[in-house]
């Protein structure tokens, strides 16, 4: 997805750096290479997140001030993680108003949080007792490198609509489920991931239509070569296609996000129609009902 070269994007909500200390908790869209082998196996993440021990911040600032038009967007990832949080604000003021916005974290090296230390193994993530979004741009290598994915642009752009999705479900109460019940094919964790995915999809079948503070529309319409890089981002942190490269066999009982196709299923959901509030997941029969 193209944004338009002359879009304004300065006030996008995205900064380097981070701060503060606390209680560790899971992540968003998947703890990446160790912690994702944990998480997945039943173990707990947060021992990889650091556990609120206050730990020295390796944390490298992002500098992101000469980030301010789309052609920066299109041109650097860390440019086109603010112009997308601008174009997803954008968005949710508009679908869930009663959601106040958040903002991305960009960080290099390791990161000081509310929900407890995180380093670069970790992949991108929410927290919910700051409201922010984590994310160390290096995983989009690791995600096209290790895990699959096309790397094309929107699908770094779907793993940060996936993590706002988790802000939206922290105002909705959805994100509680997650915590709840933990894992298994049919889980709360399952059922609030599946639900970010099509948030995600949601947004991006209206990104077309987000504007920058100047009234002007962000982002060119998305094409099918878009589509498909989201989808191959969504596939490629499905629980079975994780445990397939991590441990060789597909355990589904040890499920956190849910398998490619429902991740996949439920992405298109949201993209094909449009509206978030076909994002039924937590009321679904079945996370197949997609």
């Given at each position: 997805m193209t944004f338009r070269e002359n879009a304004n994007i300065g006030s996008g909500r995205a900064r380097g750096g981070?701060?503060?200390?606390?209680?560790?908790?899971?992540?968003?869209?998947?703890?990446?290479?160790?912690?994702?082998?944990?998480?997945?196996?039943?173990g707990d993440p947060g021992a990889i997140?650091?556990?609120?021990?206050?730990?020295?911040?390796?944390?490298e600032n992002v500098d992101l001030a000469q980030c301010q038009t789309g052609a920066d967007a299109n041109a650097r990832v860390d440019c086109r993680m603010k112009a997308t949080m601008l174009s997803l604000e954008d968005y949710w003021a508009e679908t869930y108003p009663k959601a106040k916005p958040t903002e991305a974290i960009l960080f290099s090296g390791a990161v000081s949080t509310q929900c407890g230390q995180a380093t670069s193994q970790v992949g991108p993530f929410y927290c919910p007792l700051d409201q922010k979004i984590y994310l160390d741009t290096s995983f989009f290598d690791q995600l096209?490198?290790?895990?699959?994915?096309?790397?094309?642009?929107?699908?770094?752009?779907?793993?940060?609509?996936?993590e706002y999705g988790h802000h939206i479900q922290n105002y909705t109460g959805a994100l509680q489920s997650s915590q709840q019940d933990p894992k298994g094919p049919e889980s709360g964790a399952v059922?609030?991931?599946?639900?970010?995915?099509?948030?995600?999809?949601?947004?991006?079948?209206?990104?077309?239509?987000?504007?920058?503070?100047?009234?002007?529309?962000?982002?060119?319409?998305?094409t099918e070569e878009d589509v498909n890089s989201a989808i191959s981002a969504a596939s490629a942190v499905g629980d079975d296609s994780i445990q397939e490269k991590m441990q060789g066999q597909v355990t589904p009982h040890n499920w956190?996000?849910?398998?490619?196709?429902?991740?996949?299923?439920?992405?298109?959901?949201?993209?094909?129609?449009?509206?978030?509030?076909?994002?039924?997941?937590?009321q679904a029969a079945s996370v197949d009902d997609f």
């Open positions: 981070g701060g503060g200390g606390g209680l560790a908790v899971g992540g968003g869209i998947g703890a990446l290479l160790l912690a994702l082998v944990v998480l997945l196996l039943g997140l650091g556990g609120g021990q206050q730990t020295e911040s390796q944390a096209e490198g290790q895990l699959g994915a096309d790397g094309g642009n929107f699908s770094q752009m779907y793993v940060l609509a996936h059922r609030v991931e599946l639900q970010a995915d099509c948030f995600a999809g949601a947004w991006a079948g209206n990104a077309a239509t987000t504007k920058d503070p100047d009234g002007n529309t962000l982002l060119e319409p998305l956190t996000h849910g398998s490619a196709e429902q991740r996949v299923g439920w992405f298109m959901k949201g993209y094909k129609t449009g509206d978030a509030n076909q994002c039924n997941t937590l």
